[in-house]
């Protein structure tokens, strides 16, 4: 399971926050079920191919599997360490989990049929698929179609940003159960603050569509281009007062 093997190798215990937790808890069992069947529904495809064209054609849906791949794990990662470092099992971490559980089955669909096409259009192609009749249609009809797909996204993304958010302010109102010190209290609050600034631009791409309709849903897509640049500074702040902190520690 790879959940055991982060915990054996203490994968994401990076810095002075002590570990709460280091047994998998019945909530993170069933977390883990879900984003494993999350992870199924976007495989490039269930059937083996009989035909070299059939396999040109799952292979061509690679980019959008890796990449959506990726953001879920990246959803699950930061999952993991939140429970490694809090070990909470209160009901309100329960419901929220709950709430990220559903959030990522919902957008499983929306997020690969983005990628999709996105990557359809990066790689030369019109943002066209075939069907399973073998004929060949666009993937979106119109550009107004493009404005709600990314409000979909943009929802989707804010939720399970607020849902961070959320669960970091949690446990720091419970830090003096938890015992957090000064270090674990600093990361905490810059764990709230980085969710806090992907909620941001989550607003601003959706802003620019509902406001500007979906002549700006090219740009509403680049806001989140913004999300590297946004974490380094916010990153570099932060580092830099962790350290003048870790001296006073």
């Known amino acids: 399971m790879i959940r055991e093997k982060l915990i054996e190798k203490r994968v994401g215990a990076a810095g002075k926050f002590r570990w709460r937790s280091e047994e998998i808890s019945r909530i993170e069992g069933l977390s883990d079920a879900v984003f494993g ?110 404005g709600t797909l990314m409000l979909v996204f943009g929802v989707g993304y804010l939720a399970i940003f607020v849902v961070f958010v959320l669960l970091h302010m949690h446990a720091y109102r419970r830090r003096e159960q938890l015992e957090l010190n000064k270090l674990e209290r600093f990361d905490t609050i810059s764990s709230i603050q980085e969710s806090g600034l992907n909620c941001l631009i989550a607003l601003v791409s959706i802003s620019l569509v509902w406001f500007g309709g979906y002549r700006l849903a090219g740009l509403a897509g680049l806001a989140y281009m913004l999300t590297g640049l946004v974490m380094a500074i916010h990153g570099f702040i932060m580092g830099s007062r962790r350290k003048r902190l870790e001296k006073e520690f």
């Open 37 to 146: 069947f999350a992870i199924t529904l976007l495989v490039v495809s269930l059937e083996v191919p009989k035909t070299f064209n059939e396999l040109a054609h799952a292979m061509s849906g690679f980019g959008a599997f890796a990449i959506s791949f990726a953001l879920l794990f990246l959803v699950w990662y930061n999952q993991h360490k939140f429970f490694r470092r809090y070990g909470l099992q209160d009901t309100v971490t329960i419901i929220l989990n709950a709430v990220l559980l559903f959030v990522v089955l919902f957008y499983v669909y929306p997020l690969k049929f983005l990628f999709t096409f996105l990557v359809s259009k990066f790689t030369g192609g019109h943002g066209e698929v075939r069907l399973a009749n073998g004929n060949i249609e666009s993937m979106l009809e119109s550009e107004t179609q493009m």
